[in-house]
């Protein structure tokens, strides 16, 4: 039986046929292209201009692309577009099927498996064909010329003439100029309709253009089209619904062109007359390219020098990896808080551009140094530049919490102090072993070994082993079935919790550490439907508030992936996590204490005479919350929704700034899924929820628009959204209840009555009696934030604004700042 069974799998492997297609502009169906004919299998547009196939990418690595036909050499080829770009299929076996069933299939020989596919989900009872067209575009046609799938839909790092960016796709860089898989840098349209750069690297996410320091309307920008959509002409006009419009140097008819976000982060136009020419840049985002986010990584440098753009780490670091600036650098010293066991050293005209602890305009350098000294292990160093306005010199301090996004040039208006261990030796002899330059190829390729072994001969030997081994399994099989049973709960937690724990970058508390620190939980100073708040001092004698939390309904693995995101998380505006416990039951998180309570206390105790929460504070506290709000939704690599911002969830901290608290475990959403989020159960406090909640519409991040909206409302009025004071708190369900309603309705009547009546007395009327210093408030900050609260509160989600918008409305009417930059 066995010999009839190797003769059959002998002759199935000998006359299997192979469907191929050599060069034309289509592949019919039931046809395949193989990686084994990477120059006879391929499809050629009508005008000669494209051709698709495979395409190499390292050591026996290939990828099904679209490219320029301008080069005989593989190396040299200008590829436009990749289907397998991050999973590259082997150069023995592999190919390219479309079936009957009018899918398109990328399989690989290695793994036997479909690594990428067209995933139809139209049917059509018509046989289709594939299709590459004199665009460059890959379309999969019916007889009938329906679209059932097209390459244009799913660009890689290339748009071409005529190909649009939607709200459904993204240019991604690729990983380096000899690495073709996806890299750090995207072109996207953000949430709130305006089309960006973003650095999306290992540990870091940032917005580099248009520049993050701008307001949309100051960087030429709109955001109230949401069509989402952006395309290059063939004349080499690019035009935005966010009303960015760029032309090309050489505007034409006559040229090829494609606009590619290149592996150094910028945005670039590439020209040329026909394809024996070079390309030639023709616009670019950038000209100065060391200010793009991430080109060097942490505790780095961007420079020039006379061979380009290079890559420098900062005194007392070394290279993390020496093939890959993405990297960094690391810190050959730990810092001390001792304050004479620690010195700053200048690095002239430098500056690191975002994760400061703070912004402190007209502080001296001493006051500067100091502050940085106070803030103890979070101050790495602090950013002190000067600005001449009005013939009067003035000062900004930023003490950084990370250096990031380096850079030195001779015409930047200041310096940074590096801090460093006294006793250690430091000098401006910086690191640089690996240039940045766009003459140079950073090579990470893809690897895969080549199997020179028959088939047929490896399957033979594995049936044979496998028969010699039969009896060795059938013996061990009870013991090895035991002894998984018996280490599962032991050994299998812990391995699963020690490779979790190397991804975290804060502390593993035991539960006897944290009961000892709160001394038997017996100082409680919160309590919410998640668990209780209990005040405590860790073993390095810092003062903290460790929440307990009440069901452990999580897995470990599933705790510890959602606490170690959160703990990535930074925010001068959200609360800062230490660490946490998982033991058992016991899951516990460890966050920083903040020393004037809640919002909510603070508004109990307006009235009384050592609390100073005046109406300054109030604005200050509604702009902190909102930056806090549009950092988690837009911001963080992975989107989160609070689902239950209140008054008890905004902390403030000895100079009464917010901190959002209790975001922790509430929804993590990838990017892409802020549309499409589901909900088991309705999650929030009654009173603050937004209308989808009851409705059971999609829930997006406007429901923490909404409950901000009501938030602001009470800061105002000093009423909470229930006028009897009721209302419970937790997750639940239930209408929207009367008292919610009158309190946004009683806000909208005073206004309206006095619009009609044209009187102004009706901000005083609303106005929170106890609010210290009420009869001298600004009324013109406290009308804007009235009516961006009405706006938040609109029962229809889409008339409602996105915390970045309320930040813009908010910071407009702020004390002007001066920013430098060129």
Not at 746 to 770: F, G, L
């Amino acid at each position: 039986m066995a010999t009839s069974f190797l003769f059959y799998v002998l002759y199935f492997a000998i006359t299997s046929p192979l469907l191929s297609s050599s060069n034309s502009d289509t592949l019919r169906a039931g046809s395949s292209l193989s990686v084994e004919k990477p120059n006879v299998d391929v499809l050629t547009s009508p005008n000669g201009v494209f051709s698709a196939g495979f395409h190499p990418v390292g050591t026996n690595a290939y990828c099904f692309s679209v490219w320029f036909n301008d080069s005989p050499s593989q190396e040299n080829r200008t590829v436009v577009w990749m289907a397998n770009r991050d999973q590259p299929v082997n150069g023995r076996g592999s190919k390219l099927s479309l079936l009957k069933a009018n899918n398109l299939i990328l399989t690989d020989s290695t793994s036997r498996s479909v690594v990428w596919s067209s995933t139809i989900t139209t049917t059509s009872r018509s046989v289709a064909e594939l299709r590459l067209r004199n665009s460059g575009n890959v379309v999969l046609l019916t007889p009938d010329g329906f679209v059932l799938w097209e390459s244009f839909d799913s660009p890689t790092d290339t748009l071409l003439p005529g190909q649009p960016l939607t709200r459904y796709t993204e240019l991604v860089s690729s990983r380096s100029q000899g690495n073709s898989s996806s890299g750090f840098h995207k072109l996207f349209f953000d949430t709130d309709n305006v089309l960006r750069l973003v650095y999306d690297g290992i540990q870091l996410t940032s917005v580099y253009w248009p520049p993050p320091w701008l307001l949309s309307w100051e960087a030429g920008r709109s955001t109230y089209n949401n069509t989402k959509i952006a395309v290059l002409d063939s004349l080499g006009n690019f035009s935005s619904s966010d009303d960015l419009t760029f032309m090309s140097a050489d505007y034409g008819a006559t040229n090829q062109r494609r606009l590619r976000i290149d592996y150094d982060g910028n945005l670039r136009l590439f020209t040329r007359s026909n394809s024996s020419e070079k390309w030639g840049v023709s616009w670019q985002a950038f000209t100065d390219t060391c200010k793009i986010h991430g080109v060097c990584g942490p505790n780095s440098i961007c420079s020039y020098s006379d061979s380009g753009r290079q890559c420098s780490c900062i005194p007392g670091c070394k290279m993390k990896n020496h093939t890959d600036w993405s990297y960094g650098c690391e810190p050959e010293f730990k810092l001390s808080c001792d304050e004479y066991g620690s010195d700053f050293l200048k690095l002239p005209n430098t500056e690191f551009y975002g994760y400061d602890l703070g912004y402190y305009p007209n502080y001296t350098f001493r006051q500067c140094r100091d502050l940085c000294m106070q803030l103890c292990k979070l101050c790495v160093g602090f950013q002190y530049s000067y600005f001449l306005k009005k013939d009067v010199l003035g000062y900004h301090c930023y003490p950084k919490l990370l250096l990031v996004n380096g850079y030195k040039a001779p015409l930047f208006f200041g310096d940074f102090y590096l801090r460093y261990r006294r006793n250690y030796s430091i000098s401006y002899a910086f690191e640089s072993n690996l240039s940045c330059s766009e003459n140079g190829t950073l090579l990470l390729p893809r690897l895969y070994r080549k199997s020179h072994d028959n088939e047929l001969v490896k399957f033979i030997l594995w049936f044979v082993t496998g028969l010699g081994g039969f009896e060795m399994i059938c013996v061990l099989l009870v013991w090895l079935f035991l002894l998984a049973r018996s280490s599962q709960q032991s050994s299998g937690s812990d391995h699963t919790r020690d490779y979790l724990l190397a991804a975290t970058g804060f502390r593993r508390f035991s539960f006897s550490e944290l009961k000892k620190a709160t001394r038997g939980f017996s100082e409680e100073i919160g309590r919410g439907a998640a668990g209780i708040v209990y005040k405590g001092v860790l073993s390095d004698s810092r003062v903290a508030a460790i929440k307990r939390l009440t069901e452990a309904h999580q897995g470990e693995a599933e705790f510890l992936a959602e606490v170690n995101t959160i703990g990535r998380l930074n925010h001068m505006h959200l609360i800062e996590m230490w660490g946490y416990c998982v033991e058992g039951k016991h899951r516990l998180l460890v966050y920083e204490y903040m020393e004037n309570g809640s919002l909510a206390d603070n508004l109990r105790r307006s009235s009384s005479y050592d609390v100073v929460l005046d109406w300054e504070k109030r604005f200050a506290i509604a702009v902190g919350t909102s930056k806090g709000l549009a950092y988690l939704h837009e911001e963080c690599l992975e989107w989160v929704l609070h689902c239950d911002v209140k008054p008890q969830n905004i902390l403030l901290d000895s100079e009464y700034n917010p901190k959002v608290a209790d975001f922790g475990l509430s929804k993590l959403l990838k990017r892409g899924e802020a549309h499409n989020s589901s909900f088991s159960k309705i999650r929030g406090t009654r009173g603050y929820m937004a209308p989808e909640w009851v409705y059971n519409l999609p829930i997006t991040s406007k429901v923490d628009v909404y409950s901000y909206g009501i938030v602001v409302l009470e800061m105002v009025t000093g009423k909470k959204p229930m006028f009897d004071g009721g209302g419970g708190g937790g997750e639940g369900g239930g209408r929207l209840s009367v008292e919610q309603e009158r309190l946004v309705t009683w806000v909208r009547e005073k206004m309206n009555s006095a619009a009609i009546e044209k009187t102004e007395s009706w901000i005083e009327e609303i106005a929170d009696p106890n609010m210290a210093g009420a009869e001298v408030f600004d009324k013109v900050k406290m009308e804007l934030l009235i009516k961006v609260a009405l706006q938040c509160v609109e029962e229809e989600k889409e008339a409602r604004p996105t915390m970045r918008q309320v930040v813009e409305m908010l910071q407009c009417h702020e004390d002007e700042r001066t920013l430098l930059f060129n």
